[in-house]
């Protein structure tokens, strides 16, 4: 990659990332974690932006930074920033990004909304490793499921919402809804039963108000399922599901023990009268194709459980049931060479 | 004089934790009582276990009439109870949970308040609490995150609602407020062993608002209930294998039009 002078560097950190990293950085105490930064004078959005990040250095606060198409955006992923600023050199060409609005409000919504000390003690992986809270729910906690105290985070489910506010973080959709505390009607009501109950405040006297709270319509929280995404990829490939064949994981496809007919209709193109739904594998892990007997069975033709899971979980039996019971297909052809059962 | 709600408590086995609970339905009663709502109050015993019978004995003076029945079927004791009652509204509370001393008042001005007659009304948040909470207690405000204790917002069926959400999961608890006639309009199923098929108020849920019956939270009222070790609203169901009755029609997908060779 070609390099540039240090102070020719200076001169040419781009508008927007400079502005991105005063957002969202903490220069002084990337001067206070790199000794050697801060002994040269150098000023630390410019070393970071031309060398520090290449080098593997921390920039406190900063989730990601890449420009990409004319965008610059939050990111984690140091080696495309690498590929990235060796692409385009010193050539920046920046445009505002429609998303970085959003991204910046998401980002000024948590901090103001997040309950710090009770995400520390939540996880005590991220208190012993000393990282500010905020930045690492922002940065892996929210998409390891981890709950940041103080807010609801919807990811992945497309539709409005009362009360919630639609922002956009790391690419996506976010539906955010600050928590609110319990009405002090309900914590009175809560307090008078205890008289009656003490367990009402097993979790602690003073808790009441700030307990956790779920929207019963959250399903991402009751079952891990995000419905509506789910409902949104069975539509796009089929009006009706009077067939659903369920495989734990694309290529099993190929073993599937079932009437010649099923196996064509999984390979003809769409529209079918037929869903194929994967319980144990994401989308982007299955092959791009699978030979069967009848045909070669597109990646795209199945509709992949686990991505509109909250958690890497495999869904138990229960929940499947439940979604085959919801679908209430003529037929179900099920398939499982784990536990060599077919139905 | 005419009944303006008939609460029908159930029991069945709640044992020694129907104390706390009649109790809670003691206060009720008196506070509804004396905002003055006509109340016929009526318990109904379903196969009780001896300790929850004298339990419930204690506390005779509450009911104007307590009914000892042996359907082992919730839903069916529900429709026994309808029919047995003679209030403009039925309430249906259960013997192992509590509620704020103004359910009653406050369902029924919601009801009354409403230019739908036939609304099915429930409290707008549900507590689930665990009272094995106490080994992580916190003496702060921020319960330990190891708290299985959690509020539920219960939702109406409001323009945004996706009644489909409802074929997935339950989304309220049995303690509801509705007229008796409406109760009489739609029964609640009986449980279906062979077929898998009950839970009474997940079914009777399914039913009506597939029925266009809208159902509405009343503000700032709670109900409590007791987490069960294989936990709440619907799982204790999953846990005994169990799936709603769909009422026809009532599914994730439409189903195409076929033609009768086809159907064949």
Known sequence: MKRCRRGAARLRIPHHARRLLSLHADGDRYLSENLDVSASGSDPFVHWWRTGAEEGRRMPGVVRVECRGGMIRASSVRNRWRALLGRDGRRWRLEPDPDFALEAAFVRLVHRHADRRAYLAANLDVRAADIEPVEHWLTSGMLQGRRMPGLDVVLRRPEEREGWVRLRWLGQDVLVRPHEPLPETIERAVRVQAQFEPGLLAAGPGTVGSLRRVDALDLWDRDGLDLAGFLAAIESLTRSASVVVVVPELAELASLDAHDDVLAELAAPAPRDLLLLVTRQLRRDAPREVRTPAGVVPRAAAIYLLDHRRSAEHPDDALLARILHALDPDAVHGFDPRSASSS | ?264
Request: proline share 7%.
């Open chain 2, 1 to 264: 004089m005419s009944v303006d709600i008939s609460v029908v408590l159930n029991l069945h086995a709640e044992g020694e934790l129907a104390h706390p609970s009649l109790l809670s339905f003691e206060r009720i009663v008196e506070r509804t009582r004396a905002e003055g709502v006509t109340l016929e109050v009526v318990g109904v015993l379903d196969d009780p276990d001896p300790i929850t019978r004298d339990v419930v004995q204690q506390y005779a003076d509450l009911f104007d009439a307590i009914h000892l029945v042996a359907l082992r079927d919730l839903g069916l004791v529900r429709n026994a109870m309808v029919e047995a009652v003679t209030g403009e509204y039925v309430a249906f509370l259960d013997g192992d949970d509590l509620w704020c001393e103004d359910w009653l008042t406050a369902s029924l001005r919601s009801a009354r308040a409403e230019p739908q007659a036939g609304t099915v009304w429930h409290p707008q948040f549900v507590l689930f609490f665990d009272p094995a909470d106490v080994a992580v207690q916190s003496s702060g405000s921020t319960p330990s995150s190891l708290a299985a204790t959690y509020v539920l917002e219960q939702v109406s069926t409001d323009p945004a609602f996706d009644r489909r959400a409802l074929l997935i999961d339950n989304l309220w608890t049995s303690n509801v407020l509705a007229p008796r006639e409406l109760h009489r309009t739609f029964p609640y199923p009986s449980l279906d062993r062979e077929r898998g098929l009950g839970i009474e108020d997940w079914s009777w849920n399914l039913t009506t608002v597939w029925a266009g019956v809208p159902h509405r939270t009343v503000p700032d009222t709670v109900h409590m209930i007791r987490m069960k070790p294989e936990g709440s609203l619907g799982r204790s169901n999953i846990a005994r294998g169990l799936l709603p009755h769909r009422p026809q029609g009532a599914r994730l997908l439409p189903r195409l039009d076929r033609g009768p060779r086809e159907q064949s």
